[in-house]
């Protein structure tokens, strides 16, 4: 089994950063995949970024150029570090492990609320 772990979240005012960082621990070995994911009341799970085992990501339209998601293999920690941040980034942050079964383990999530 495989446990992630979000930390980072936060309020910060619109333009500002925030990092957040995953901590994955279990059955490491099974990882295809880790993304961030994220969510607002009422409306569906989107996914954020994306990175695979050999650091190749994508991102949704809404965040390139804005985020940047990173991993450390020796930590086995994801980050997302998110900057220019805007009232639309509000939301519930999750981490997600892609397993090579092709089953998923999902984080707590972490709240990220961009206000003046």
């Known amino acids: 089994q495989v446990r992630v772990v979000e930390s980072g979240g936060g309020l910060v005012q619109p333009g500002g950063s925030l990092r957040l960082s995953c901590a994955a621990s279990?059955?490491?070995?099974?990882?295809?995949?880790m993304a961030w994911y994220r969510q607002v009341p009422g409306k569906d799970r989107e996914l954020v970024a994306h990175?695979?085992?050999?650091?190749?990501?994508n991102y949704a339209d809404s965040v390139k150029g804005r985020f940047t998601i990173s991993r450390d293999n020796a930590k086995n920690t994801v980050y997302l570090q998110m900057n220019s941040l805007k009232p639309e980034d509000t939301a519930i942050y999750y981490c997600?492990?892609?397993?090579?079964?092709?089953?998923?383990?999902w984080g707590q999530g972490t709240q990220v609320t961009v206000s003046s």
């Open positions: 997600n492990a892609l397993l090579k079964s092709r089953g998923h383990s």
């Open positions: 279990g059955s490491i070995f099974s990882i295809l995949a």
């Open positions: 990175i695979t085992n050999d650091g190749s990501t």
